[in-house]
């Protein structure tokens, strides 16, 4: 069995091999909206032959996407070169949890499978932190079920901001500084991002929790989560592979492991 997941969030697409075992590969590449099946096709060829695999290698296939312009070029590729049906979450995958907020549909499809993956590896209850172009904050219930949350600009956005509205800020990395109190123009910017993100984490995984009113764990994943890694310690997991561990679990769910 060799299963291809595609999760596409707003910033970067994630391919990713998996066995049946465990995964043997992965690759980012930049998301665009505009980019056919036929151009994704061409790359994943490329990044299949380094593995000394070909696309008639990959039996099954399962998509996460936030981007619905992309959906569409992102089945098609399944479709037109894989020559399976693929398994699309928000569209033909059945996820097993409750969804407890008012409009299940506006839930996002990274949120449902990252509280998939977090329950699946970790039970619940849960406050799913995902740091990506946009940070949220989800909570999964002890059975499993999704009970909302919260989302801020991400810490990207926020650094982008300062040098966009700002004439005289730089464009600076997103670092540790070495004190939270700059010393110049650039270690002022990454300290009031950085201090001010871990800051941001604090205040709301302490609300979340007084809210909720049970002890709660704490996972966080995404790009830049590994920036926070030691920096506090409200947060109890970093797990880089949160998404697709939830993306693996739905295929077996819905029993789509095929074999051609």
């Known amino acids: 069995m060799m299963l291809l997941a595609i999760e596409q969030g707003n910033t970067n697409t994630t391919f990713a091999l998996h066995d049946g075992e465990t995964w043997i590969a992965q690759w980012r590449t930049a998301t665009e909206m505009a980019r056919t099946a ?35 070029n992102i089945k098609n590729l399944a479709r037109r070169y894989l020559k ?3 398994l699309v979450v928000g569209e033909n995958a059945e996820l097993g949890i409750d969804i407890r907020i008012e409009k299940p549909a506006e839930a996002g499809a990274d ?20 740091s990506g172009t946009a940070t949220t ?68 995984v302490d609300r979340i929790r007084a809210e909720y ?22 947060i109890d997991t970093f797990d ?5 561990r939830g993306l693996l679990e739905i295929v077996r769910r819905n029993g789509n492991i095929r074999t051609r």
């Not at 079920?145 to 810490?155: M, Q, R, T, V």
Request: hydrophobic share 50%; with cysteine.
């Open 137 to 204: 904050f989800d909570v999964v219930g002890p059975d499993g079920g999704f009970e909302g949350g919260l989302i801020a600009p991400g810490i990207n956005l926020s650094m982008q901001a300062l040098h966009t509205a700002a004439a005289r800020l730089p464009r600076v990395a997103i670092a540790k500084p070495a004190h939270v109190i700059g010393r110049g123009t650039v270690e002022a910017m990454q300290s009031g991002v950085f201090w001010g993100y871990v800051a941001l984490i604090e205040g709301l």
């Open 84 to 86: 399976v049906e693929p």
């Open 240 to 244: 880089p592979e949160l998404t697709l």
């Open 111 to 130: 949120r449902l499978v990252n509280a998939i993956g977090g329950f699946t590896a970790y039970g619940g209850p849960l406050i799913l932190i995902d």
């Open 38 to 72: 036929d151009e994704y096709a061409v790359w994943l060829h490329q990044l299949l032959a380094m593995q000394k695999m070909e696309m008639s290698a990959v039996d099954d296939c399962v998509i996460s996407s936030v981007v619905p312009q992309s959906i569409f």
């Open 213 to 234: 009113g049970k002890p709660m764990r704490t996972v966080a994943t995404g790009g830049v989560a590994s920036l926070f890694e030691g920096a506090t310690d409200k």
